[in-house]
């Protein structure tokens, strides 16, 4: 993962987004130093991102040292990439910028996580050689988990540099990174506060409640459900006239944020003199109705609680604003003055509308940026309706609405607008594969409704998912059923892929089980499990190499998908596990025998029977699910030579590459074998779930299911000193599932989560 002209990082700067920072250089294996005022808050934001779990792992904590800026700023010569991420003060940004000046390397990178601040003031007064080597690079919190990177590099800055930092931030950290004008806040808060402002101000104006105001701004427009004030009880009131006071002083005075002044609004005054700064304080717009689950939410008129009250708006966004109500008329407010101010100010802070839209989507969670929201709603409606209220239509705007929209499919494929007005190609940044490129204007090899196989080149299959959160049905298993028994011709690998940003597979499609409960049919569903362990089999001992590409869940019969591939390449976020056992079986796909053959063959623990069986059964008995890739590694999920790619735009080219090369001599694996311990170690493996029962970790349920897990891990009466076949392992799997599946309070934890989305303990 690490980039080798990256060796090194220093941050300075240790509170949540400065750690958070230095832990992501750590996650993506580079060794980092962390320095604060006293060496002591630096190893407190260690401590911090350990507690918020900024590390994908406990384990890459030990990348970064700690010291104080006093005394270690020196050690600066040793970085090669330098991030300042302290207080918004420009004079004391500078200070420390000429103190950096005396001590490190030329030609090392220094930037600075401003989210405001222009780099031409930061960067005023200091030498030419410094100003080369200088840019803003602008993370979201968490560091970890937030994927848009904002690059700003000045007239000075070398170009060379400028790509290095980008290079590192996209293949090390994992970002995304968008290239900014240098103008106050960039582009996502730029336009975030201004979209924030609006939606507020406007709520009010309009006499909306709050939570109708957060219903409109929510689903409809493909923005995160906390909607306005949710966000700003999210972020802290208190930031208001912090963030929105220098980003306004730092905008002309024509500029049309000045128009919607959120620091002067008396309600937020009130909020903040009263301390109910959000969900980090006693409430903000929204509050827990102490010693309760009761919520209540602020009277916009009175500034009052009074209790929650429940509001839905249409998600019809296109419907919703031709509506002649108050909410009809909030959403036209908010969405014209988002679509008029972002247009207005487009060419001052991008150079084209997708990196604009790129930056809301990643800075913000909106699942569509501005331009793409214009176009879902309809340009030309969007500019009649502004003139004919008498509002100014931006030149951008108008030039959309005459001419195609924002977004198009030309005959080369994606276009874009510049922010002049021409249309010019969506550029990928090489190596990344995105298939929804491929899929554009194409035709799937072989497919049905829950699976297709595309052609993502150079004879490389892709097998992709698509059923809700893309769990395993029948036509999943037909699909691999059809795979396993050879690709198209021409086609040398299979990778198997989706581009869900939640799941790469949830598990099993419970609901099956569910109505086969209740029809009493117990033989459609022993097939199921039948044809599926055949499938997976048959895709492990596939003639040519099968590569999974995980991100997001991969979560029971999800997992044993990739149990069964030759090499996964994970995305860094993505959270394996064999939960089986929260709904009374185990996993019965031959993902159990496929992490016992694992556990016996890793020589990084101690040999032994007992020791391949507790270590399968710990895992999947606990229902363990790993908290990243890396985590995933240590699970024994993934294998010394599967991969890990920190940026998930980058993970189909890259599973693409693994693919390809297991190809030349490619045979598939033999069959596998473990020696187990038998019946003597199932009772050892019992006692350990007497005292998890005895400790209220496992239910009497639980209980059960383990004994069965712990037959299966322990090869029933098999002979310690006799190999036990992969095949005979999937039986005892088989006996297993075909048993706890007829058992009620089995039934009862299935049908409890297909109705909560939650475990029953029973």
Known sequence: MMDTSIRKAMVIGAGSMGSGIAAQFANGGVPVILLDVTADAARAGVERQLKAQGFMDPSAAALVETGSIASDLPRAS??????????????????????????????????????????????????????RDFTITH????????????????????????????????????????????????????????????????????????????????????????????????????????VWSSLLGALSATDGHHAFDLTRDTLVQRLIREGRIGRK???????????????????????????????????????????????????????????????EVAAEIADDVAAIDTAMQLGYGWARGPFALADSVGCALIADRLAAEGRP?????????ADGGFHRRGSAGREARLTTGAWAPVKRPPGVLDLADVKEGTAPLAGNASASLWDIGDGVACLEFHTRMNAVDHGIIEMVETVAKG???????????????????????????????????????????????????????????????????????????????????????AYLGLVEL????????????????????????????????????????????????????????????????????????????????LVDGYAPPEPGTAVLPGPSGRASLMNLVQGWQRAGLMTAHDGVAADWLARACTGADADPLVPVTEDDLAALERDALFTLIRAPATQARIRHMMDTGKPLRN
């Not at 950096?100 to 090392?108: A, F, I, Q, Y």
């Not at 700003?152 to 995304?176: F, H, I, M, Q």
């Not at 036209?332 to 247009?343: G, R, V």
């Not at 239509?393 to 609405?401: E, K, S, T």
């Open 139 to 242: 993370f979201f919190n968490p560091p970890r988990h937030m994927r848009l990177m904002e690059l700003v590099a000045g007239p000075a800055t070398a170009p060379d540099l400028a790509n290095t930092v980008r290079e590192c931030a996209e293949r090390v950290l994992g970002k995304t990174v968008v290239d900014c004008r240098d103008t106050p806040a960039f582009i996502a808060n730029r336009l975030g506060c201004y979209w924030m402002s609006v939606a507020a101000l406007e709520a009010q104006r309009l006499g909306l409640s709050v939570e109708q105001a957060d219903a409109v701004a929510g689903a409809p427009f493909g923005i995160p459900r906390t909607g306005v004030f949710g966000l700003l009880d999210l972020v802290g009131i208190d930031l208001i006239p912090l």
């Open 487 to 573: 690709l198209p011709a021409g086609f040398r690998a299979l990778v198997i892929y989706n581009d869900d940003p939640r799941a790469f597979s949830a598990g099993a499609n419970l609901k099956f089980f569910v109505d086969r409960f209740d029809a009493g049919d117990f033989a459609a569903l022993e097939a199921f499990v039948v044809r599926g362990q055949q499938a997976f089999r048959a895709l492990k001992y596939a003639p040519f190499p099968v590569v999974g590409a995980p991100a997001g869940l991969a979560l029971g019969g999800g997992c044993e998908v990739l149990l069964h591939c030759d090499a996964v390449q994970a995305h860094a976020e």
């Open 393 to 401: 239509v931006p030149a951008l705007l108008a030039q959309a609405a």
């Open 78 to 131: 040793e970085a090669d990439w330098i991030v300042e991420a302290i207080v918004e003060d420009l004079a004391i940004k500078r200070d420390l910028y000429a103190k950096l000046e005396s001590v490190r390397r030329p030609g090392t990178a220094v930037s600075s996580n401003t989210s405001t601040i222009p780099l031409a003031w930061l960067a005023d007064g200091r030498s030419d050689a410094f100003k």
């Open 281 to 343: 304080a006693k409430g903000g717009f929204y509050r827990m109705v102490a010693g309760t689950k009761a919520r209540e939410a602020v009277d916009l008129a009175t500034g009052d609680y009074r209790p929650q009250q429940e509001a839905k708006a249409n998600r019809d966004l296109r419907a919703l604003i031709a509506q002649d109500d108050a909410m009809g008329r909030y959403a036209w407010s908010l969405l014209s003055h988002t679509i008029a101010y972002t247009a």
């Open 582 to 661: 929260k709904v009374g079986i185990i996993p019965g796909w031959r993902g159990t025998t496929e992490m016992l053959l694992r556990a016996a063959s890793r020589d990084d623990r101690p040999a032994g029977p007992m020791k391949a069986a507790t270590a399968a059964f710990e895992v999947i008995a606990g229902a363990t699910v790993s908290a990243s890739a890396l985590h995933a590694r240590a699970l024994g999920f993934l294998r010394a030579g599967d991969g890990i790619t920190m940026n998930r735009d980058r993970l189909l080219g890259d599973a693409k590459a693994k693919a390809l090369s």
